[in-house]
């Protein structure tokens, strides 16, 4: 039989057989649909595991003078916030102590001298204002609870006398910002650690190397880079562990819906062995036979897989706002008929090799 005739046959059976084509076509739609929801959903945990990576508290960089010898210019933060990889920059002090002015006696805090723009520190305010000038300054919120002062203000001084009135009080954006109290910065005071925010973690590297060759190191051991260097390294395992567990899911359910399909088609052709063996009886041969059942098998797991794949991407643009490449969906169809119709392949040859005398004998 021709390619043609054999298709149109095919096509035909199909139609004439709809109990086993619904079962072959919605179990391969099954199979697909479970396979592109699954591509979708692993997507958007993908993306959610790089959104999560990609907070400031990862990206950002501190250098920290370890000897106090002055390696860390005044300007450096300047300079290196400048750079379009960088979001933000702020040198910062010694950490030193303060109290609440009004109350000698009382708790003592930990304070430090920040030299950066007020409104470009990783803080949020909760009371007040920002500070305006070199005589104001802002509490984190646990720091004037200990300090005992309310929203309405106060002030603080240190061991040299120096004093400053709170303005208001923040919460700290992340980890890695500036804590408890934040002093204006006053010349000449040395620059303690220099810390760097990157635009976004593949810069990371790059801001680093760009920010530690502004300092002036002498020698080993002279500068301290504090970063989250597992950031990168933790989210690229958290995603293989996601894909991993993807692999074996769709590898499970792809084995699954394959082995059904053989077994389905084995029960067609048991069930339809008359059938056939009219049609080697009527001079078709073995090769017809077994390509009328492959055909057959072809164009309805293709139809079923199709629609799978449709559906999935239905279901994964309205489930996680995700669509699905369709390159790979296009792998997945051709991946899932082929297997599906090798697992046809021992029905096939068992329709085609039967005798067809003996089955018209025992109709």
């Known amino acids: 039989m021709r390619s043609r005739a054999v298709l149109l046959e095919a096509w035909r ?3 004439s057989s709809r109990a086993f084509s619904v079962l072959f076509a919605g179990l391969t739609a099954a199979v697909v649909l479970a396979i592109t929801m699954l591509t979708a959903q692993v997507e ?8 999560a990576f990609e907070q400031e508290r990862f ?6 003078d370890s000897h106090d010898k002055g390696v860390l210019p005044a300007t450096m933060h300047a300079r290196v916030g400048s750079l379009s990889t960088v979001t933000r920059a702020w040198s910062s002090s010694e950490s030193f102590e303060v109290w609440n002015g009004a109350l000698a006696d009382g708790a003592r805090v930990s304070a430090q001298m920040v030299d950066a723009r007020w409104d470009r520190l990783p803080l949020t305010l909760t009371t007040g204002r920002l500070p305006a000038g070199p005589g104001e300054v802002l509490a984190e919120d646990g720091s004037a609870t200990a300090l005992g002062v309310d929203e309405t203000g106060g002030w603080v001084e240190d061991a040299t006398g120096r004093a400053w009135s709170i303005v208001g009080t923040f919460r700290p954006d992340h980890d890695r910002a500036p804590r408890s109290v934040i002093v204006p910065w006053q010349a000449p005071t040395p620059v303690r650690q220099v810390t760097v925010v990157a635009a976004s973690m593949s810069d990371v590297d790059a801001v680093t190397r760009a920010a ?3 300092a002036d190191v002498s ?3 002279d500068l301290t880079v504090e970063r989250s260097d597992d950031a990168a390294a933790l989210g690229g395992d958290v995603t293989s562990t996601i894909e991993r567990y993807a692999v ?5 359910v792809m084995g699954a819906g394959v082995l059904v399909l053989g ?3 084995l029960l067609m052709v048991h069930t339809r062995r008359q059938e ?3 049609r080697r009886a009527l001079g078709a041969g073995r090769g017809a036979v077994i390509g009328l059942v492959v055909a057959q098998g072809v164009l309805v797991i293709s139809c079923g897989a199709v629609v799978g794949a449709l559906l999935g991407s239905v279901a994964g643009a309205a489930l996680w706002a995700q669509v699905v490449d369709p390159s790979l969906q296009a792998s997945v169809v051709v991946a899932t008929v082929m297997l599906a119709v090798t697992a046809q392949l021992p029905s096939a040859v068992l329709a085609g090799l039967r005798d067809p005398v003996r089955v018209l004998r025992t109709a």
Do not use: Y
């Open 248 to 252: 074996v899911i769709v590898a499970t």
């Open 276 to 278: 056939f063996g009219r």
């Open 212 to 214: 530690a060759g502004l």
């Open 219 to 221: 020698g080993p051991g």
């Open 44 to 51: 958007a945990q993908r993306e959610s595991v790089r959104a």
């Open 13 to 15: 059976t199909a139609l």
């Open 59 to 64: 990206r950002t960089v501190s250098l920290v």
């Open 263 to 265: 077994l389905l088609s």
